[in-house]
């Protein structure tokens, strides 16, 4: 038996001989079921009963401790309670055994005992470099070795990897797949509480084997989530990566400190953090192996040029479903070259439609083949870059006439040939498909994709146009903004905790970012009622805003710390009035003293924030700003280091992307200053891991450029490098 690959999983995960500890005679028990599934399905490697009394079990030979084992199998099965896990663990790993399966339950999901039972036995692990999957795990299954350790009947070999955190789910998608007439999966893992082995390792692993076209994954929260992205990154490059992520509660950081801290921490974050990597997210679950099959069949045509399709029907109602399905999904439905129109013209009857989409109006009623014609003319239109059929096909023997079952059984092997011909996937819906009449299942063993619903049709040929976009946004290497700091911003952030504070003033925040290359106006500081008359002449008519400085009071418009469109006249006035705000706010704030900066032209409000996340680290936020920015909720979010590409992302992803480019007459702003400012902020950050939350709002992105009206960045000592 060979290895699939060179990873330092793939002895456990592709494992040659096992030992199953505690095994039975015990028809009901687990250690006499994985013996069953394991011979059921030919297992083509050595397999070890281990059990202190037993001589034999379903005719194998038992042995009464691991070290009594002729050999050091690959892989255990420990099916024994938990509290005998920390010494069998020390056991296999003296042996020599490299991996271990845990299935017991008792361990950190419990509570703090169980969390020390968890932690003495990876100690026993580490210690001789035992690998750990689980615990708290339904199993893992390799259908290329027939190593079925989960006891799942009627496994299909296939390319789908799958991972899940719940063992009822990988239940449900294993039962649906088996329904598929040929999908079929690769190696199943169980992650439970991956109190060693780690959700990215995993990914890891199904990344170099070559049985896996595509990876599945039911995820419920992710330990080291900077890490999965890191792998996920690598890994969409070459094969996708569909994830269904569970709890979709926008519950947030339950923060005061900052608008960015408030809206992470939310299902739209971990969305939006995923697509940067790659990941397609899926929000139904009755989709999960629906995308994945549709990938798995169209990932050798892949990157596609372009998101453009072409549409095919029979009947005009099921064209004008598809068109609309496919344009709010995103998807482009261009116009046909004139070549293509007099080709389909010369097919199809007069009634017909032949701009797209196609509707061959009873054309293929008592000719199927048609169906075939159109869409290979329609497929070598170099305007598209995927076909839809939708509508009868499939069912024009069983609604017209017997006698057109040979033509369509010759029209679905013309339609199974195009794709390689064209390099263009080519996708199916039928009405007829539950059916399953002769040429679906032609086209179905021929890897088309077959849908009953244009729905579902529609949200998987999406999912193939956004991981085609994904794989060639990740294979740019551009660079971000250049960190070369005119000022020492460590110095700055070093005085500013030494100073016991854990904030920058606005100024400090400002001339950080000055020093990362972001165009800002450094603001006026004036400490105290004299400073005013030290300020240099400015033109009788400029007007300016006053800020209060306080280490004490982030929030300056809460506390009346803020005066708009003052003249220098105004200056003592407006003064003394917020400082007196803000002492009746908080009687106890430490005023430093107050902002000068001239009012800024108008412009479109918008919000860069920066955040710590638990689970992947520096996160940015953009989006729609100001005082509507915790109501609105307009936000995308991308993981740091960031890119241009993720950044001019971003300024799309939002759902007013549009009032960017203009409204009512008015001029686009300048996306390409507010990608520089929001590359600046993303290597001041990653340069400065001290900074935990950093906002900028608003931002006035104008046409020419953009002006920072408010910056705020908290720090941490503590934090670390990520």
């Not at 281990?50 to 009464?64: D, F, Q, S």
Request: proline share 6%; aromatic share 6%; hydrophobic share 40%.
């Amino acid at each position: 038996m060979t290895r699939p690959m060179d990873n330092p999983l793939q002895q456990i995960l592709a494992p040659r001989s096992i030992a199953v500890l505690g095994a039975s005679r015990d028809a009901g028990k687990r250690g006499n079921l994985a013996i069953r599934y394991l011979q059921q399905n030919q297992f083509q490697g050595a397999i070890y009963p281990v059990h202190p009394k037993e001589t034999e079990v379903l005719g194998l030979a038992c042995y009464p401790t691991v070290e009594s084992l002729p050999e050091a199998p690959d892989l255990a099965l420990i099916c024994t309670a938990a509290n005998t896990l920390p010494e069998l663990v020390r056991r296999c790993g003296s042996k020599g055994i490299r991996g271990a399966v845990v299935l017991a339950t008792g361990f950190s999901e419990t509570g703090e005992v169980g969390l020390a039972l968890e932690n003495e036995m990876v100690r026993a692990a580490r210690e001789s470099g035992l690998r750990i999957i689980g615990p708290n795990t339904s199993g893992m299954f390799n259908t290329h070795c027939g190593a079925n350790l989960v006891g799942y009947r009627d496994l299909r070999t296939g390319s789908i990897g799958l991972l899940s955190q719940s063992g009822n789910m990988a239940l449900s998608l294993v039962t649906e797949g088996g329904q598929h007439a040929t999908l079929g999966f690769s190696t199943y893992v169980g992650v439970g509480n991956e109190a060693d082995v780690q959700f990215h390792e995993y990914l890891d692993y199904f990344a170099a084997d070559p049985h896996t076209r595509v990876i599945v994954g039911y995820v419920e929260g992710l330990k080291q989530g900077r890490r999965f992205l890191q792998s996920a990154a690598s890994i969409c490059l070459e094969k996708p990566l569909v994830i269904y992520l569970s709890g979709r509660t926008a519950v947030g950081q339950q923060s005061a400190r900052s608008h960015t801290g408030a809206l992470a921490g939310s299902y739209e974050m971990a969305k939006g953090v995923m697509r940067q990597a790659g990941v397609l997210l899926v929000e139904r679950a009755d989709e999960i192996l629906p995308v994945a099959s549709t990938l798995a069949s169209t990932a050798e045509w892949l990157p596609l040029n372009g998101n453009r399709v072409a549409i095919l029907a029979d009947g005009g109602g099921h064209a004008t479903i598809a068109a609309d399905a496919l344009h709010q999904l995103g998807l482009s439905i261009p116009s046909l070259s004139e070549t293509t129109r007099q080709q389909l013209r010369s097919l199809l009857p007069p009634a017909a439609a032949i701009n797209n989409p196609v509707d061959v109006a009873g054309g293929t009623d008592n000719h199927p083949q048609l169906f075939a014609d159109c869409a290979e003319v329609l497929l070598a239109d170099s305007r598209i870059d995927a076909l839809l059929i939708v509508g009868l096909f499939g069912g024009y023997a069983l609604r017209f006439s017997e006698s057109l079952a040979g033509e369509e059984r010759q029209c679905a092997e013309r339609l199974a040939r195009l794709p390689g011909s064209l390099g263009k996937p080519l996708l199916l819906q039928s009405l007829y498909r539950p059916l399953k009449p002769e040429p679906l299942r032609y086209l179905e063993s021929s890897n088309i994709p077959l849908f009953s619903s244009i729905d579902e049709a529609a949200r998987c040929l999406a999912a193939v146009v956004n991981y085609s976009e994904a794989k060639k946004r990740l294979s740019i290497h551009d660079q971000t903004a250049a960190a070369d700091p005119s000022i020492p911003v460590s110095e700055l952030i070093f005085k500013v905790l030494q100073a016991g504070r854990s904030s920058l003033y606005e100024y400090e925040a400002l001339d950080a970012l000055a020093a990362y290359g972001a165009k800002v106006v450094v603001p006026q500081v004036i400490r105290d009622e004299e400073g005013f008359s030290d300020m240099a002449p400015s033109p009788p008519d400029l007007r300016y805003v006053m800020k209060l400085v306080s280490r004490d009071i982030l929030h300056k418009t809460d506390a009346g710390g803020v005066k708009l469109d003052l003249m220098r006249d105004d200056f003592p006035q407006a003064y003394h009035e917020i400082l007196a705000n803000a002492l009746r706010y908080q009687a106890d704030a430490r005023i430093e003293g107050v902002l000068l900066v001239p009012m800024a032209e108008p412009g479109v409000e918008v919000i860069i924030g920066v955040t710590q996340d638990r689970q992947f680290g520096p996160v940015m936020m953009f989006g729609l700003g100001g005082v509507f920015v915790e109501v609105l909720r307009d936000v995308v979010f991308r993981t740091l280091p960031l890119r241009r590409a993720d950044a001019l992302e971003m300024l799309d992803g939002i759902r007013g992307s549009k009032v960017l480019d203009g409204i009512r007459g008015g001029e686009p702003v300048d996306r390409q200053a507010l990608v520089s400012l929001m590359l600046a902020v993303s290597d001041l950050c990653m340069n400065h891991p001290e900074i935990v939350e950093l906002d900028l709002n608003p931002v006035l992105a104008r046409p020419g450029d953009y002006c920072v009206l408010d910056a705020r960045v908290l720090l941490n000592p503590q934090q670390e490098a990520a």
